[in-house]
Every structure is written in C-alpha cells, then in structure tokens.
C-alpha cells in the first residue's frame, strides 16, 4: 500500500512538472509570437566616396525606429531594420535588394541615396511587391519604374527651378557656369537647371562634365576665366565641390556660387573650409528651425553631430513608411508588401521635419529654404 502512495506520488509531482513546463513553454510561446517582427529593409553606401550621406540615413532611420519601438512598436511587435551596405555601386544595390527580398516579413525597403542604385534596385523590389522609398533619388525616372516605388525629395524637374532661382535670382548672376557629376543625377539636373536658367532670362555659358572623384580643376577653371562667368552653379557632390571651390578661389575667381541638395552636407563646410564661405543652397531642412527642435535635439543627443538635409528626408522616410504600415495593422488586413505600398500611395498627407509628404504618382513636392554659409555654418539667407 505504502508503494503504491509513493508511485501515485511521484507520477502526480510528474504530471504537475509536465503541466507547469507546458504552461511555462506556452507562456513563452505566445509573446514570442505576438512579438513576431516587422522586417523593415535599408540599403544605402556606408563605406567607400559618399558614405557621410548614408551615415546620415542609417542614423535617422534608427532614430525614428528606436522611438516606435520604445513605445511598443506596431500593435505590439517590433520593427526591426534590416541594413545592407550597397556601396554606391548598381551592381551591389540590385545584390542587396535580392538579400532584402529575400528575408522572410519584409514589408518595406528604405534606399538608396542615389537614383543609380536605387534605380538598379527598383525592379527587385517591384517584382517581390514591396515598396521602396528613396530619401533623396530625384531622378524622374526613378518613379516611373512602377507603382512600388516612393521618394521623399522633389524630382530633378522641380529642383531645377530652385538651382535657377538659387543662382539667378538670389545670387544676381546672369552669366553661369555649370560644372556637373558625370552620372544619372549630373546629367539630368544640368540639363533641367540650363533650361530653367534661361527660361528665366539667364545664360548659361559653359557646362563641364566632371568624373566622380576628380581632383585637379585647373583645367576646367582656364575654361571658366575664359568665358567671364558672374555667377557658377555648381552641381557636384561635396567631395568634388569642396576641392573645385578652393582651386577656384585660389586662381583669383571671386565669382557667386550656388549649389542644391549635396552641398548642404555639413562635410561640404568642413571640407571646402573658407572657399565655402557665401556659397547660397537651396534646402527643405534647416536645423535651426525651433518647429524642428525634437527632431534635432534627439539626432544630436544619440549621434553627437546636427542632423543634415539627408538625415532629415530619412527620418520622414522612416515615418511615413511606419503610419503606412500602421494603418495596414489598424485595419485587420494582413501585413504585406502590397497592402503596405497601398496604404503608401492613397494615404492622407505626412506632416514631418521636411515638410508634407504626400504621394502623386509616387513623387513630392516641398518647397525651398535658402541658406548660405557664413562664419563656416548655414544661416537662413535674408532677401
């Protein structure tokens, strides 16, 4: 008798050990997949010429990022960023985007910096239906690729208008020199800023092709003293910008410059030095405007620097695509790629750092801040 109480002992301990690892495994298991992640896809250059500017994205992108998923994300699951280094390289944006696609819950692809790679990676992402938002491709051809693909930067045709007025109206010249990047973005934003130039009455005297990373100018610059400009444009990423202007000013040309979105990295200050000075840039950022002030003080509170343009249009990146992907969970749909570019494209307007965003076609339209560099930083430029 006393052998059969310990057996029905030790089973019933059994049965109630076997019962608690149950309960135990089934309490864990239900967060877990409650808490299942939303895969959020980011792809720009991070290594190699240009990576300040995807330095800016990814640090903008996990700023916003680390805020939703500080106030328990996306109807109780994490968002989680899935980040690819493309290298500025078409070859490795299209690779990446393969690896993104490829990555079980992705909902989402943020990328690239510019319209080369996020061109290259458009039909990745249009064939797997998910959408992609690119901070800065101003391209118009980068939209036109399907119905998948988003921007948060006006197109090349829109910033045209404010290269020209940048250079023509606020600066005061009338006779321009454009010196442009041989690439997608170069070409075309050469050949719309002449247009808008001389529509508004200005002429443009010589435009140059430059290669990515050149560095001696004085060839260019004997062609610019030849044609007695009043006035350059220069539409040049920063690297090339910074050494152009100093070779400039250091052959005695003391002419008005203006440039657009690149020469609005703090990197162009640094690097330019004094030949940066009175330079005027359109922008649709300005960190010292207080009604961007949460925004700023948090960039620099995590990153020890002042958010640039780049950083900003990537935060909204990040945010509008977060209220899309919000909605889709609001709705009781299920989470896809599609139901996500849906709610991308017939969404109501994003109110965020750069402006509204609100999608026609996949484009933006926001309007210019003009700046100009004055004791080696960006002020406001008084009319």
């Not at 992640?37 to 994205?57: D, K, M, R, T, V």
């Not at 051809?141 to 930067?153: G, K, V, W």
Request: aromatic share 10%; charged share 20%; glycine share 8%.
């Amino acid at each position: 008798m006393f052998c059969n109480i310990f057996q029905d002992l030790v089973m019933f301990r059994s049965a109630t050990r076997f019962a608690a690892a149950l309960a135990a495994g089934a309490a864990l298991a239900a967060p877990a997949l409650a808490a299942e992640p939303i895969n959020i896809g980011f792809f720009s250059h991070l290594s190699g010429n240009f990576a300040e500017y995807g330095a800016s994205f990814k640090n903008a992108v996990e700023l916003y990022l680390d805020g939703v998923n500080a106030e328990g994300g996306i109807g109780g699951r994490p968002v989680r960023l899935i980040v690819e280094d493309d290298r500025n390289s078409p070859q490795e944006a299209a690779t990446v985007a393969r690896k993104i696609v490829a990555t079980p819950g992705v909902v989402l692809a943020i990328g690239s910096w510019s319209t080369t790679a996020s061109l290259a990676a458009a039909p990745i992402f249009a064939e797997a239906r998910v959408p992609q938002i690119s901070p800065t491709s101003s391209h118009p051809d980068y939209s036109r690729q399907s119905p998948y693909q988003f921007r948060q930067n006006n197109t090349d045709d829109v910033l045209a208008q404010y290269n020209a007025d940048t250079i023509h109206k606020k600066l005061k010249a009338q006779r321009i020199v454009i010196p442009y990047s041989q690439d997608d973005w170069g070409v075309f934003t050469v050949k719309a800023t002449k247009a808008a130039i001389e529509k508004d009455g200005g002429q443009v005297l010589l435009t140059e092709a430059v290669l990515p990373g050149s560095k001696d100018f004085r060839p260019l610059i004997s062609k610019i003293k030849a044609a007695k400009p009043d006035g350059v444009f220069v539409a040049l990423p920063y690297q090339e910008a910074s050494i152009f202007l100093q070779q400039l000013r250091q052959a005695g040309v003391d002419i008005p410059a203006g440039g657009g979105i690149p020469l609005t990295s703090p990197k162009f200050i640094e690097l330019a030095g004094k030949a940066a000075e009175g330079v005027v840039v359109h922008s649709i950022f300005f960190p010292g405007d207080p009604s961007k002030k949460a925004f700023v003080d948090a960039y620099q509170a995590k990153y020890g620097k002042l958010p640039d343009q780049f950083a900003a249009l990537a935060y909204d990146a990040a945010g509008v695509g977060v209220a899309a992907i919000r909605r889709v969970v609001a709705s009781g749909q299920p989470l896809t790629g599609q139901a996500v570019r849906d709610a991308l494209a017939n969404g109501p307007a994003y109110e965020g750092v750069t402006g509204q965003t609100q999608y026609d076609h996949g484009n933006v339209k926001k309007a210019p801040t003009f700046l100009v560099v004055r004791d080696g930083a960006f002020q406001l430029l008084k009319d």
